[in-house]
């Protein structure tokens, strides 16, 4: 069984600070992880993926996760917070050589960005 | 490529009305996945298909019937819809092992 939990449901930061949104999976197989961002009223938009490869992962727009198996984290970070940025994050959770186990969402973190 | 293709893109339905939601993607992918999208609720998985001919239920599939008669068609379909169905419905779809591709959406009022 999977799941995934993000631990914040809203972030605020101001422009030009860094962001820090936090998932904690759990995977009965060997995970692959995604985060996915969603601009208001618009679909899925693929930030960033791990595959079992290196563990720090770069991204779409400056951001990068960082896979911690001992911690079961994949938080999702960005140096410096841009207007643009304002969007719903999810994190998710599949298993890396099962289809039969699809792809399973964290309920969302909303991140607000101040100017 | 299209991609990943969901029609209507919009729709109304009153209560105790049937419909039928397409998903076609274009890339030749075994798996297709339905999710609905409600606030604070993340996506939740309706139906998915491994491959054509078959499918199998995800975490809320009451109210919901699929098909996948075609690997790149899957159907979602509300027989006799309810207002707890109002929602926004995505359809996914990928390769062993990597990202999934998304739908634009559709967005189901039942009244």
């Known amino acids: 069984a999977q799941s995934v939990t993000q631990l914040d449901s809203h972030v605020s930061v101001s422009e030009g600070t860094p962001v820090l949104l936090r998932c904690n999976y759990s995977s009965s197989y060997s995970p692959s992880l995604f985060w996915y961002v969603q601009h208001p009223n618009k679909g899925l938009q693929l930030l960033l993926k791990?595959?079992?490869?290196?563990?720090l992962v770069k991204g779409i727009n400056g951001f990068e996760a960082e896979f911690k198996k001992s911690e079961t984290s994949f938080h999702l970070t960005k140096p410096s917070a841009h207007m643009s940025d304002a969007a719903e994050y999810f994190c998710v959770v599949s298993a890396s050589n099962s289809g039969n186990t699809p792809l399973v969402f964290g309920k969302g973190t909303r991140l607000s960005v101040i100017a | 490529n299209a991609g990943v293709t969901q029609t209507p893109k919009f729709r109304v339905l009153k209560t105790g009305q049937s419909m039928t939601l397409l998903c076609a993607q274009d890339m030749n992918h075994e798996y297709m996945y339905w999710y609905r999208q409600d606030p604070g609720m993340g996506l939740r998985l309706i139906h998915y298909s491994v491959g054509e001919g078959t499918t199998a239920k995800g975490e809320v599939p009451d109210g919901y019937n699929v098909s996948r008669l075609k690997k790149q068609n899957f159907l979602l379909g509300l027989e006799s819809a309810a207002p707890s169905q109002t929602s926004v419905y995505f359809c996914?779809?990928?390769?062993?092992?990597?990202?999934?591709?998304f739908g634009q959406g559709t967005r189901l009022t039942v009244v």
């Open positions: 996914a779809s990928r390769a062993l092992g990597t990202e999934a591709f």
């Open positions: 791990y595959t079992s490869a290196a563990t």
